[in-house]
């Protein structure tokens, strides 16, 4: 990082991994107008050398040729991460699902 594109502590990402800190980007912007998924499903969860892979299934209502209805999973993601991916995404879920869970009367760390 050059004197021209450094950046505070404050805004680096995320203090508790070894990943290299990167400056804060803001919100990111969609320029291909991604949509939001519901998932329901891990259908694959493997790894390529250190590269994890993960895709993610949601169902959703199909017909046969009879006009029957025909549940079907179908892919809603492909995701691929590094160890440090993985890892950051782990403890972003255990904050969010300690929030979630905790008694009312407790606050998570």
């Known amino acids: ?8 502590a404050d805004d680096l990402v995320p203090a508790e991994t070894t990943k290299p800190a990167v400056p804060r ?7 291909n107008n991604v949509p939001v998924q519901t998932i329901n ?4 969860l493997d790894y390529f050398g250190s590269v994890i ?10 017909f046969d040729e009879n006009g ?3 549940p079907e999973m179908i892919v809603a993601a492909r995701l691929r991460f590094d160890l440090e991916m993985a890892k950051i995404i782990r403890d972003a879920l255990d904050r969010q699902i ?5 008694p ?3 606050q998570p760390n």
Not at 1 to 8: N, P, R, Y
Not at 25 to 31: F, K, N, T
Not at 53 to 62: E, K, N, P, Q, Y
């Open 1 to 8: 990082m050059t004197e021209d594109t450094a950046v505070a």
């Open 25 to 31: 980007l803001g919100i990111p912007i969609d320029p």
């Open 41 to 44: 499903r891990i259908s694959t």
């Open 53 to 62: 892979a993960m895709t993610l299934s949601t169902d959703r209502v199909g």
């Open 68 to 70: 029957n209805v025909k």
């Open 98 to 102: 300690a929030v979630l869970t905790a």
């Open 104 to 106: 009312k009367d407790v």
